[in-house]
């Protein structure tokens, strides 16, 4: 049974903002949990990311931890719910506001859909609507079938970091079919920064500029080289593609995603 947590998520339709008024960020994609994966070792570690996260201007952040790939039997759902409960507890005694709710970034795996339904696996926040999904680099899989079974279950897939994966951008055209069935594609803030190279950076623009991509998330994992840079990746958004685009990327879509709305598309927005 896949699991739907509403009372834990905020309501799209009502902003979170700091005590200043400010509307926050919502990252829908954060390896912020200790001892799960390949982010913070320990609990100290994890608060550290917290504060950085909330210095960063989010207010909401999905804990997306490793599961299946090289994690598989590794990260289970309740495990994740578990440590999600300890952290937001530990941030409140450290008097850190930061709203951490439960998700994963799942490798593509043919038994995905059984383990949704045995709860094994997580879908973003927990609400039952969208799924992280993550594909190799190097190597393209079709993963059709797989969205056909989703569907079914009236789960969409976000697909993290794109912009990393070769293989998939050498297969625009079936890519382009997944989009036109409602995937969606998440480009990561540092990305756009060019903290991956140049190259990435501007394959993570030309996904945001096509109207291709419409979510930018952190991916972060530490508070060193992989650390959250939502901030920049608003600033040279706004400056780029204008504020509203902005705004749209990094704060309304993200929002939509972990109340479980739908996402609106660059180009709907930018004709309104």
Known sequence: MIRGSDARMPNAQSRHRSERGHRLFTDIHCHCLPGLDDGPVVMDQSLALCRSLLEEGIGCVVATPHQLGRFDGSNDAANVRETVSQLNGRLTDAGIALKVVPGGEVRVDERICELLKADKVLTIADAGRYILLELPHDVFIDIEPLLRDLDSMG??????????????????????????????????????????????????????????ANIVATDAHDVGLKRPEMRAAFKRISTRLGVKVATLFCIDNPSRVVAGQDVVAYRQEVHR
């Open 155 to 212: 789960v969409r897939a976000i697909l993290s970091h794109p912009e990393k994966s070769a293989s998939l951008l050498g297969n625009q055209q079936v890519l382009r079919g997944w989009l036109d069935r409602g995937v969606r594609l998440q480009v990561t803030a540092s990305s756009l920064a060019g903290a991956l190279g140049p190259q990435i950076e501007k394959v993570a623009w030309g996904l945001l500029g096509s109207g291709w």
